[in-house]
């Protein structure tokens, strides 16, 4: 029996989804005590800026190297290793005694975090067939998406109930307890199972140097624009929601801060949606270009709807914007369609990785510039500094729509299906 025909197999998927949950759940969970560390550190908005772009600068950062290395040594170790930074991370930051203290726990998570996309792919490669794979990853994405859900309503009725570190300490303590599970789950029980299978790992030898081949990668145009096109539709989205969006919501409309993360609950209804429907839309059209084109230029007028309402639209229209920001984020998807679609499979991984670099740059930048914008307005009133401050996704998703742009769609459907299937 070998890995891919056994039952066994559900069991790590459910432990990686799992943990994946949980580590997406505290890339935005921070967002919903914005205010309250501002008050209890005395921290400026810069500051608060600062922590979430260093998160997701290690996430960014640590891409591409994280793709190389798990490449060679394989995914197990890196994915255990990840789960284990993003716990003492999390804990660190329930436990923070000053501002110091914050930024360096975030930053243990962000290097956490950048371990687990990659790894996750990778071992679902390895322990379920071609037919299994494509469908799980779909799940994989619900399951972040359900992470997103966790860290709005659910986590801050917590907060309100306990205050907000015992939340960030418990979810702390269980990531620790998931990187432990998943060393039984991916190395120690396979071993044991498996005793008789040769340990069999499969490399994809290159031919050129490293550093050659992201040379060559990166100048060319369909590498750029799937990487324009994430940095569109989900560091704005990403960075928004995990740094300003409860207290844009508590201090420009006078919500709770429970009520403020209904809206991102919203967004993260679109984004669930967003990626099987927009994915069924490009194959039943037999494009991913265009749909993907459709879906940068809403999100780019959604933002700008916020300048056009001068920071402050209307009630009713706030859940729609929401909706429409989370279902871009979704989408966001067929960035790596394309890249399936435009490379050969030894290149996949590389350029996926430059993609999602993209993504969480903006991720990195949105937040820090936008504290920075409401720090100089800080004497005005609190719609006025947003406002300004919404200038910035609008030139992040106008970048994105450049991508969808520079888009190459690929005709050569024989070549790259034998370049897919091996």
Same mark, same amino acid.
């Given at each position: 029996?070998?890995?891919?025909?056994?039952?066994?197999?559900?069991?790590?998927?459910?432990?990686?989804?799992?943990?994946?949950?949980?580590?997406?759940?505290?890339?935005?969970?921070?967002?919903?005590?914005?205010?309250?560390?501002?008050?209890?550190?005395?921290?400026?908005?810069?500051?608060?800026?600062?922590?979430? %772009?260093?998160?997701?600068?290690?996430?960014?950062?640590?891409?591409?190297?994280?793709?190389?290395?798990?490449?060679?040594?394989?995914?197990?170790?890196?994915?255990?290793?990840?789960?284990?930074?993003?716990?003492?991370?999390?804990?660190?930051?329930?436990?923070?005694?000053?501002?110091?203290?914050?930024?360096?726990?975030?930053?243990?998570?962000?290097?956490?975090?950048?371990?687990?996309?990659?790894?996750?792919?990778?071992?679902?490669?390895?322990?379920?067939?071609?037919?299994?794979?494509?469908?799980?990853?779909?799940?994989?994405?619900?399951?972040?998406?359900?992470?997103?859900?966790?860290?709005?309503?659910?986590?801050?009725?917590?907060?309100?109930?306990?205050?907000?570190?015992?939340?960030?300490?418990?979810?702390?303590?269980?990531?620790?307890?998931?990187?432990?599970?998943?060393?039984?789950?991916?190395?120690?029980?396979?071993?044991?199972?498996?005793?008789?299978?040769?340990?069999?790992?499969?490399?994809?030898?290159?031919?050129?140097?490293?550093?050659?081949?992201?040379?060559?990668?990166?100048?060319?145009?369909?590498?750029?624009?799937?990487?324009?096109?994430?940095?569109?539709?989900?560091?704005?989205?990403?960075?928004?929601?995990? %740094?300003?969006?409860?207290?844009?919501?508590?201090?420009?409309?006078?919500? +709770?801060?429970?009520?403020? %993360?209904?809206?991102?609950?919203?967004?993260?209804?679109?984004?669930?949606?967003?990626?099987?429907?927009?994915?069924?839309? =490009?194959?039943?059209?037999?494009?991913?270009?265009?749909?993907?084109?459709?879906?940068?230029?809403?999100?780019?007028?959604?933002?700008?709807?916020?300048?056009?309402?001068?920071?402050?639209?209307? /009630?009713?229209?706030?859940?729609?914007?929401?909706?429409?920001?989370?279902?871009?984020?979704?989408?966001?998807?067929?960035?790596?369609?394309?890249?399936?679609? =435009?490379?050969?499979?030894?290149?996949?991984?590389?350029?996926?990785?430059?993609?999602?670099?993209?993504?969480?740059?903006?991720?990195?930048?949105?937040? =820090?510039? /936008?504290?920075?914008?409401?720090?100089?307005?800080?004497?005005?009133?609190?719609?006025?500094?947003?406002?300004?401050?919404?200038?910035?996704?609008?030139?992040?998703?106008?970048?994105?729509?450049?991508?969808?742009?520079?888009?190459?769609?690929?005709?050569?459907?024989?070549?790259? +299906?034998?370049?897919?299937?091996?």
């Amino acid at each position: 029996m070998n890995k891919q025909n056994s039952k066994y197999r559900w069991v790590v998927f459910a432990s990686v989804l799992f943990t994946y949950f949980l580590i997406v759940s505290q890339r935005t969970a921070p967002g919903l005590i914005t205010d309250q560390l501002m008050k209890d550190f005395n921290l400026t908005a810069s500051t608060i800026g600062l922590m979430t %772009s260093i998160q997701f600068l290690a996430y960014a950062g640590l891409q591409i190297p994280i793709g190389i290395l798990s490449d060679r040594f394989g995914p197990n170790f890196f994915l255990i290793i990840g789960a284990l930074l993003n716990a003492i991370g999390t804990v660190i930051y329930s436990l923070a005694p000053n501002g110091a203290i914050l930024v360096l726990s975030r930053l243990l998570v962000g290097m956490g975090d950048a371990t687990i996309w990659v790894n996750l792919v990778l071992i679902l490669s390895q322990w379920f067939k071609v037919k299994e794979f494509v469908g799980l990853l779909g799940l994989a994405g619900v399951a972040g998406s359900m992470g997103f859900l966790l860290a709005t309503v659910p986590f801050s009725s917590w907060i309100s109930l306990f205050g907000w570190r015992p939340p960030f300490l418990v979810i702390g303590i269980i990531l620790c307890l998931c990187a432990f599970l998943l060393y039984f789950v991916l190395v120690k029980k396979p071993k044991q199972i498996f005793k008789n299978e040769a340990p069999k790992v499969k490399m994809v030898k290159r031919q050129e140097n490293p550093l050659q081949l992201l040379r060559r990668i990166f100048s060319t145009r369909q590498a750029w624009a799937t990487f324009l096109c994430h940095f569109g539709a989900v560091g704005t989205y990403v960075g928004f929601i995990g %740094s300003w969006a409860v207290p844009y919501g508590m201090h420009v409309y006078g919500l +709770t801060r429970s009520h403020a %993360s209904q809206f991102i609950m919203i967004g993260l209804i679109g984004a669930i949606i967003g990626a099987p429907l927009t994915t069924w839309i =490009s194959n039943r059209i037999g494009s991913i270009k265009r749909p993907y084109m459709v879906v940068h230029v809403i999100i780019f007028i959604s933002w700008a709807a916020f300048l056009l309402f001068n920071g402050k639209p209307p /009630f009713y229209m706030l859940m729609l914007l929401f909706f429409m920001i989370g279902y871009g984020n979704g989408a966001s998807s067929l960035t790596f369609a394309v890249v399936r679609k =435009s490379f050969p499979i030894k290149e996949v991984g590389v350029v996926s990785g430059f993609a999602n670099t993209g993504g969480f740059l903006s991720a990195v930048l949105l937040p =820090s510039i /936008f504290g920075k914008v409401l720090d100089y307005f800080h004497t005005s009133e609190a719609s006025v500094g947003y406002q300004y401050g919404f200038i910035i996704p609008v030139i992040f998703t106008l970048l994105g729509l450049i991508g969808g742009v520079l888009i190459k769609e690929q005709r050569q459907e024989a070549k790259q +299906t034998s370049e897919v299937r091996v």
